[in-house]
């Protein structure tokens, strides 16, 4: 197993997850709410960092691997999930939007590795929506988890939790519709074959 300094953040995303899930069991006597949402917040978005710096870094060093391709974005999907269940668990989203967005994940992780294992995988390569569904519910996660008013200097800015649902609902109609659109690329495959995954 390779280990490079790219590795090593998508391991720490791995290990950071655990607290973004643990800091809502902190009884009420050690932090209060405000500051349970403040930290998973906070974890969630230097997680989130450190999938951007991973890739970034891994292209820039030369430090590409098999094996780093595989555990980056099953590192992404359980960090995703596991903000997903959390945000169920605490009412702020509902678990249909959970349910749309975790089981496209696993619909088209599915359909990649077996375009990949019949030679077609450059068919469903991620494009431009799904980067943009990407980036509304990794804003709306940890907008979600913070769910309160955004100050700076004092005032109030906007609140979290509006703009969070909304950003929420935009990703998974987004979800849907890429999903839609890499099963309309792979269609042509799936006839073929007989409709047979």
Same mark, same amino acid.
């Given at each position: 197993?390779?280990?490079?300094?790219?590795?090593?953040?998508?391991?720490?995303?791995?290990?950071?997850?655990?607290?973004?899930?643990?800091?809502?069991? $902190?009884?009420?006597?050690?932090?209060?709410?405000?500051?349970?949402?403040?930290?998973?917040?906070?974890?969630?978005?230097?997680?989130?960092?450190?999938?951007?710096?991973?890739?970034?870094?891994? @292209?820039?060093?030369?430090?590409?691997?098999?094996?780093?391709?595989?555990?980056?974005?099953?590192?992404?999907?359980?960090?995703?999930?596991?903000?997903?269940?959390?945000?169920?668990?605490?009412?702020?989203?509902?678990?249909?939007?959970?349910?749309?967005?975790?089981? @496209?994940?696993?619909?088209?992780?599915?359909?990649?590795?077996?375009?990949?294992?019949?030679?077609?995988?450059?068919?469903?390569?991620?494009?431009?929506?799904?980067?943009?569904?990407?980036?509304?519910?990794?804003?709306?996660?940890?907008?979600?988890?913070?769910?309160?008013?955004? @100050?700076?200097?004092?005032?109030?800015?906007?609140?979290?939790? $509006? $703009?969070?649902?909304?950003?929420?609902?935009?990703?998974?109609?987004?979800?849907?519709?890429?999903?839609?659109?890499?099963?309309?690329?792979?269609?042509?495959?799936?006839?073929? @074959?007989?409709?047979?995954?």
């Amino acid at each position: 197993m390779p280990f490079n300094f790219p590795i090593f953040l998508t391991w720490l995303r791995i290990v950071l997850i655990p607290l973004i899930v643990g800091v809502f069991y $902190v009884p009420d006597t050690m932090m209060s709410e405000v500051h349970r949402n403040a930290a998973a917040a906070t974890i969630f978005i230097l997680a989130a960092l450190t999938d951007w710096f991973d890739g970034f870094l891994a @292209r820039k060093w030369n430090q590409t691997s098999a094996f780093g391709a595989f555990l980056d974005p099953v590192a992404d999907k359980l960090m995703v999930t596991a903000a997903l269940l959390v945000l169920v668990q605490l009412a702020r989203i509902e678990a249909v939007i959970a349910l749309v967005i975790v089981g @496209r994940e696993i619909a088209i992780s599915a359909l990649r590795e077996w375009m990949a294992q019949i030679g077609a995988s450059k068919s469903v390569a991620v494009n431009q929506l799904g980067k943009f569904k990407t980036a509304c519910q990794m804003i709306a996660i940890p907008l979600l988890l913070y769910y309160g008013p955004v @100050r700076f200097g004092g005032a109030a800015v906007f609140d979290a939790r $509006v $703009v969070g649902e909304w950003l929420m609902y935009l990703a998974a109609v987004l979800t849907i519709w890429s999903m839609l659109y890499y099963m309309k690329l792979a269609w042509p495959q799936i006839r073929e @074959r007989g409709g047979v995954l």
